[in-house]
C-alpha cells in the first residue's frame, strides 16, 4: 500500500531525522515532531532541498507531555488530511545498573521508551480507527529479547515491553485495514550510542535506516534490522547463557 503522508516522532536526531532524509527521496510527505524545533527547521529545508514537492510540517512535541501528544497528532492529520503511517521513535537511552544511585535516569528512561510510547500509540490508534486505515510502526531495539546489564537494564527492558505493546495493539486489529509493525534494530550508529566505543556488528545510521525503512515498507510484524546477521543473531541471544550476556554489556 502507498503509504504517502508519514508521522515520526523523535525527528531531530538520529535514526527518526535520517529516516525523513530517506522518505524525502521516496516523495512522501512528512509530519516531524520532536523537542528541539530549530533542528527541526533546519532538516525541513534539507528535506524540501531535496524534493520541493512534498509537503512538510514540524510540530514542538515532549513526548512525555502526553495530553500535547494527541494534540499534535490530530493537528498534524488535519494538516495532512490524513495519516498513512506513524513511526513511534522517540526514545532515550540513559541509565546506569539497578541500586547505584541513578533512579532518575533509569525512570527518565522508562517514562520516554514506554509511558511516553503507550500515549503516541493511543494517538495513533485513535486516528487510524476513525480512518479505518493506517500503519502503526514501533521503534524497539535487539535488547528487547534478553535482559541486559548496566545502563541496558532499563533500556532493554522498555523496549521488550513496547514489543508486547506493539504485539497487543497488532493482534487487537487483526484482519482489519489497520497494519501494526515492531522494528528491532541491531546496533546502529547514532546520538543515542555515540561514546559507544566498540561494538560487533555495528553499521552506519544511513546503513541502518535503509535497513528499518525497507522493513518497514513489508508491513511485516516483527523485523530484525539489518537482517543480517540479527534475524539470526536474535534467536542465538534468546537461548544464550547469561555468562555470554553479562560479556555482552
Known amino acids: 500500500m502507498n503509504r504517502n503522508n508519514i ?137 528487547a529479547v534478553r535482559g541486559f546489564r548496566r545502563a541496558l537494564t532499563v533500556y532493554a527492558a522498555t523496549k521488550s515491553g513496547l514489543t508486547s505493546l506493539t504485539e497487543g495493539i497488532r493482534i487487537d486489529v487483526m484482519n482489519t485495514p489497520i497494519k501494526v509493525s515492531c522494528i528491532h534494530p541491531g546496533f546502529i550508529k547514532s546520538e543515542i550510542n555515540e561514546k559507544v566505543e566498540k561494538v560487533p556488528f555495528m553499521v552506519d545510521t544511513e546503513t541502518g535506516c535503509k535497513a528499518i525503512l525497507n522493513a518497514i515498507e513489508k508491513e511485516k510484524a516483527n523485523a530484525f534490522v539489518p537482517s543480517w546477521p540479527w534475524a539470526v543473531l536474535h534467536r542465538i541471544l534468546r537461548m544464550a547463557p547469561d555468562s555470554w550476556i553479562r560479556k555482552m554489556s
Do not use: P, W
Open 7 to 143: 508521522l515520526i516522532t523523535g525527528a531531530s536526531s538520529g535514526l527518526g531525522y535520517t529516516m525523513a532524509l530517506l522518505y524525502a527521496q521516496q516523495g512522501k510527505n512528512l509530519a516531524l515532531c520532536a523537542r528541539r524545533t530549530e533542528r527541526l527547521e533546519e532538516l525541513k529545508s534539507q528535506l524540501l532541498a531535496i524534493n520541493s514537492d512534498i509537503k512538510v510540517e514540524v510540530y514542538a512535541l515532549d513526548v512525555n507531555d502526553h495530553d500535547k501528544v494527541f494534540e499534535v497528532f490530530e493537528q498534524a492529520k488535519a494538516d495532512f488530511g490524513s495519516l498513512d503511517r506513524v513511526i513511534v521513535n522517540a526514545g532515550m537511552g540513559k541509565g546506569a545498573s539497578i541500586g547505584t544511585g541513578y533512579f532518575h535516569a533509569n525512570l527518565q528512561t522508562a517514562q520516554t521508551n514506554f509511558v511516553a510510547a503507550i500515549a503516541q500509540c493511543e494517538a495513533a490508534m485513535g486516528i487510524f480507527r476513525q480512518q479505518n486505515a493506517g500503519h502503526l510502526v514501533t521503534i524497539s531495539s535487539i535488547s
